[in-house]
């Protein structure tokens, strides 16, 4: 029973301030928002693509093309992480087997054991470790040109697809045909000919 006394004595307030802000808030004029149209720039565009890959095409609205540019970078990233972990480990293996211009008593051994990713290990020489070093720095360096390709296409995409949005293809836009006949006095005839006119804004 006091238990219900208590209910309603905190609850009355709560409903009648409720009660108040909805009477209160009916009386306010309702002001309508003016929404303005989104306007793309693209020189902001590219400066957006030029700091960070994708932004310029998320300043386009262009959703769609954002997992491609993450996809692109993730995935030269992840191949150029790959070579540069096995280009480290070699270059120590050949490393190894060099001789040393700072240490001159240094004798190389002919080869070294190297354990491969399989897990099997070979007996490699040095031509074989120089071979292998620089075809994963190669690779590596190959990987690192193609991530500035990547983001010279990415802001060019967004250049371009700014500069496409704000293309203007109304109906103001016109061409007009009209056929024409000229009398020309040097050859003393009629020549026919189309005259077309563009109409702008």
């Known amino acids: 029973m006091y238990f219900r006394y208590l209910l309603v004595v905190l609850l009355l307030p709560v409903s009648l301030f409720a009660m108040e802000i909805k009477d209160s808030s009916s009386l306010k004029p ?6 303005k149209p989104y306007k793309i720039i693209p020189r902001q565009a590219t400066l957006k693509s030029l700091m960070i890959p ?4 998320l300043y386009n609205r262009q959703y769609w093309k954002l997992p491609l540019v993450a996809g692109a970078f993730v995935s030269l990233g992840m191949i150029a992480n790959w070579n540069d972990v096995r280009y480290a480990k070699y270059r120590d293996y050949y490393y190894q087997v060099s001789t040393h211009v700072d240490d001159p008593s240094y004798k190389p051994p002919t080869t070294v054991a190297v354990p491969y990713e399989d897990g099997t290990i070979r007996d490699l020489d040095v031509n074989q470790l ?3 070093t620089d075809g994963y720095r ?6 690192y040109i193609g991530m500035v390709l990547a983001w010279t296409l990415n802001v060019v995409d967004a250049n371009v697809s700014a500069h ?5 293809v109304s109906d103001d836009i016109s061409l007009k045909v009209k056929p024409t006949v000229d009398y020309q006095p040097f050859s003393q005839s009629l020549v026919s000919g189309i005259t077309l006119s563009f109409n702008f804004k």
Request: glycine share 8%; net charge positive; aromatic share 12%.
């Open 138 to 143: 190669r690779n590596r360096d190959y990987t």
């Open 30 to 35: 309702v002001l309508k928002q003016v929404v």
């Open 164 to 168: 496409l949005k704000t293309f203007d």
């Open 54 to 57: 994708g932004w310029g095409q």
């Open 130 to 132: 120089k071979r292998l």
